[in-house]
């Protein structure tokens, strides 16, 4: 007899058997790669042996998982004070495939894989789509930016190696992508969300809708998105929206997703172990408590990060998840410690804006913030598209309506910041991850 949690594996494509792996299994093969990655950090990459060297600390001292927490942390200024190879701890004929991630400031971070860890990496994005519900039946419209960006490539072979079929259409070209969608039947859309809303948007402008097409899974992440937005794109185009994590310095997409349960995201743990630090302090927080995000990589070769601090805030999800699988859950990522905007005295997130404006009804997920400077003092304007029927509205109407949204913020933020409605189809839309800010403070200095 088998039990529940195999039966629910059995469900799934073979592949994602970790998925459901005894949590003391887990633990054990954890410790042995754990115990083989810092191994090989050691010899080849001196950034992170002069690091050890600096704690007294060898290899073997890493005995048990928890001492996971005695080792250096890594973080992105590493990568860019080393660029591009000094971080690689294989040769470069081992190494297969490079990526490069721009980032917003200075010099761009370079990703080494070996011909292992693209085999790692597309088994996890296979376990990726098979949890939200892609399989070997599905067509897939990969509209993830191919090239130097990881999510086209991974999310194409990892639906390769599931068996569905891929189209390979990477980001952009909107009125074509609307074409293939309806021509070749697509069931599975991979982007960022903010594109599908620009997708969903279009369509409608060309006279159809996505819900009477046979698009029944979306595939998103890349950036983050609030509950309200996933509402939003559901309750438009009828389908069901996964989350989607993971980072390049890490794999790229892959890292962790959610499954039909859709109560957090299942951390890949047989190949990233996760931890979760107050970003202040380092130490570990509770669980269910909010930190930074800490990766580190088990399995990968060509470069293996210890400790990376993601600056991305989550926070365990406490509990069994229904789905039988046996890999803890982080909260979807909504900011990152470095996004924060100071406005006046008050910290305020982009996501916490989204969440305010899309609960209101009429607005579209179309938004920017602009931030300026006045008088030496922050502002803030939020700009928001609102749906054809406000505009047509009286301008009583859209007073209202504006000040809904300007009450909306400030119950959500603390904070009384100046709304513009705009038409629809004004917001610059974005082919790959959107623009949410603009802060023209320091321009106008
Ligand atoms: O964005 C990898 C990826 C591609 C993930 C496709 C998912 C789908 P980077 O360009 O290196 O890699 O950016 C990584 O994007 O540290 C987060 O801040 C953010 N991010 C990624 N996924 C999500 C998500 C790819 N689901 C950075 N929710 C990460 C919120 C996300 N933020």
Not at 43 to 66: I, S, T
Not at 194 to 204: K, V
Not at 332 to 361: C, K, T, Y
Request: net charge negative; hydrophobic share 40%.
């Amino acid at each position: 007899m088998i039990g529940v949690s195999e039966a629910i594996a059995a469900r799934y494509h073979p592949a994602s058997a970790p998925d459901f792996v005894p949590a003391r299994h887990l633990k054990e093969l954890q410790l042995a790669r754990l115990q083989a990655v810092v191994q090989r950090a050691w010899e080849h990459v001196p950034l992170f042996r002069n690091r050890m060297d600096e704690r007294g600390m060898a290899p073997g001292d890493v005995r048990a998982l928890e001492d996971i927490a005695r080792l250096p942390f890594t973080v992105k200024t590493d990568l860019r004070d080393t660029y591009p190879f000094g971080l690689f701890a294989s040769p470069m004929s081992e190494i297969v495939r490079l990526h490069v991630s721009s980032g917003t400031t200075g010099k761009p971070i370079v990703v080494a894989y070996t011909k292992a860890d693209v085999d790692v990496w597309t088994s996890v994005m296979l376990r990726t789509l098979a949890s939200c519900g892609v399989t070997h039946g599905d067509i897939v419209q990969n509209a993830y930016g191919y090239g130097l960006f990881t999510g086209g490539l991974g999310a194409h072979y990892g639906a390769e190696a599931l068996g569905a079929t891929v189209i390979p259409i990477s980001g952009g070209n909107t009125d074509r992508q609307l074409m293939i969608m309806r021509d070749f039947k697509v069931t599975v859309f991979c982007s960022t969300p903010s594109y599908f809303t620009h997708l969903a948007d279009r369509a409608e402008q060309l006279g159809f809708r996505m819900r009477d097409l046979s698009l029944r899974v979306g595939v998103f992440g890349a950036e983050p998105w609030s509950e309200s937005m996933r509402r939003h794109m559901e309750s438009d185009t009828g389908i069901q929206a996964f989350d989607i994590y993971g980072l390049s310095e890490i794999t790229g997409p892959g890292v962790g997703s959610e499954c039909p349960w859709r109560t957090g995201l299942h951390v890949f743990e047989d190949h990233f172990y996760p931890e979760i630090v107050d970003p202040l302090t380092q130490e570990p927080v509770a669980e269910g408590v909010e930190g930074e995000l800490v990766l580190t990589t088990l399995s990968k070769m060509a470069m293996p990060m210890i400790r990376y601090r993601t600056r991305d805030i989550t926070a365990f999800v406490p509990g069994e998840c229904p789905c039988g699988r046996t890999l803890r859950r982080i909260r979807r990522v909504g900011r990152r410690s470095d996004d924060m905007m100071i406005i006046r005295g008050i910290n305020v997130f982009p996501s916490q804006v989204e969440s305010a404006l899309l609960d209101v009804e009429g607005t579209m997920p179309h938004y920017q913030i602009i931030l300026t400077r006045e008088k030496g003092l922050d502002q803030m304007e939020v700009q928001v598209e609102v749906t054809p029927e406000i505009f047509g509205d009286t301008v009583g109407a859209l007073e209202e309506m504006n000040q809904k949204l300007v009450y909306a913020i400030e119950r959500t933020v603390g904070l009384r910041v100046a709304v513009r409605l705009v038409m629809p189809h004004t917001i610059a839309r974005s082919e790959g991850k959107a623009k949410r800010v603009i802060d023209r403070r320091n321009v106008e200095e």
